[in-house]
């Protein structure tokens, strides 16, 4: 079935749902949903994972749809082809369907519906049981007949009817603009490390907690901007060699704004692997950042894939700001 997802533009909350095709994860969502920005966090189904999406609305104005591709964590869920969109189904007046969505818990729930209205754009449908609420943030949540994805919500229209957009439309759209990727170089191409002498090219696969906002990823590590976040248990951020290859690794230096709007680091944990997957882990470091915010950690040209840094502790507060991790 295709993955469901919580989409969150720094204000407000709504709902998507991610497919992958050419060898990148999207996601569909009302423009609305969106919010005007051009970056959001996406949250999973439990066990609830997040990751950072570059946002575009290249569709007409009138419609209420945009389109992001996902990087990080999230990937590893995306795994509905974009085919899968592309259904036969055409209920009309009286069909029943059940709508699919996330709970802020990230559980899923299933509520069965009944289409009011068919029309060549949109449909409307009516929840069934008389005891659930559209409540704020379904909007981007699909009907379903069976597995098949039939709408997206784009509005309610009371607290137990919305509107969709018919899955033909969302596919005829997004089948055309996929198919002209070219048109998402920058949204496709991994910011790129701040230029060091020496510098060896990682990513940012994903970190254990969420950004303060969406502009605030973990991605801003390895590019411009920062990362900020609430340390409510310990924050593991996984960095790989760039391409999948294993590279000499003989340091790393993490900085954070001394006196910037968030606190600093306190406790570091670096590891390391050589594996694929990155488990069988080796510790090459322990200690502190000094209140500088510069931590400049020395290896013996180990060999690595992966490197996870660890965030245990905070120096003074629970919201935590980092700048850059390099590697050399």
């Excluded at 060091?196 to 973990?218: D, H, R, S, W, Y």
């Excluded at 760039?242 to 709007?261: M, N, W, Y």
């Excluded at 840094?309 to 935590?320: L, Q, Y």
Aim: hydrophobic fraction near 40%; include cysteine; aromatic fraction near 6%.
């Amino acid at each position: 079935m295709a993955e469901s997802v919580t989409i969150d533009n720094g204000t407000e909350r709504g709902q998507g749902l991610i497919f992958r095709d050419g060898g990148l994860c999207y996601v569909i969502m009302p423009r609305h949903v969106a919010g005007g920005q051009r970056r959001v966090t996406l949250y999973s189904a439990a066990p609830v994972v997040h990751s950072s999406a570059t946002v575009e609305t290249p569709f007409w104005p009138g419609m209420d749809m945009a389109i992001g591709v996902a990087r990080g964590a999230i990937e590893k869920r995306c795994t509905t082809p974009l085919s899968a969109l592309n259904t036969e189904i055409q209920p009309e007046t009286g069909a029943r369907l059940q709508l699919m969505r996330l709970r802020p818990s990230g559980e899923p729930e299933r509520l069965d519906m009944i289409v009011t209205k068919s029309d060549y754009l949109t449909l409307d449908a009516r929840l069934t049981d008389g005891r659930s609420e559209l409540f704020k943030g379904t909007s981007g949540a699909f009907l379903f007949d069976a597995e098949r994805p039939v709408g997206m919500v784009t509005e309610a229209l009371s607290a137990t009817e919305a509107r969709f957009i018919r899955i033909e439309e969302i596919y005829q759209n997004v089948a055309r603009r996929v198919a002209r990727r070219a048109g998402y170089a920058e949204a496709q191409t991994p910011a790129t490390a701040r230029p060091e002498p020496n510098a060896l090219p990682f990513e940012v696969i994903g970190a254990t907690l969420p950004p303060a906002a969406p502009q605030f990823a973990e991605e801003n590590l390895t590019g411009p901007g920062s990362y900020v976040f609430t340390l409510t248990r310990p924050n593991r951020i996984a960095f790989r060699a760039a391409e999948g290859k294993v590279v000499t690794l003989s340091g790393l230096r993490l900085t954070a704004e001394a006196e910037g709007p968030a606190g600093l680091p306190r406790d570091i944990q670096i590891d390391v692997s050589t594996a694929p997957d990155g488990a069988r882990t080796r510790n090459v470091f322990s200690g502190q950042m000094p209140p500088d915010g510069v931590l400049d950690v020395a290896i013996s040209g180990t060999r690595v894939l992966w490197v996870f840094v660890t965030i245990r502790s905070g120096w003074d507060r629970p919201e935590i700001g980092m700048d850059a991790v390099s590697f050399r």
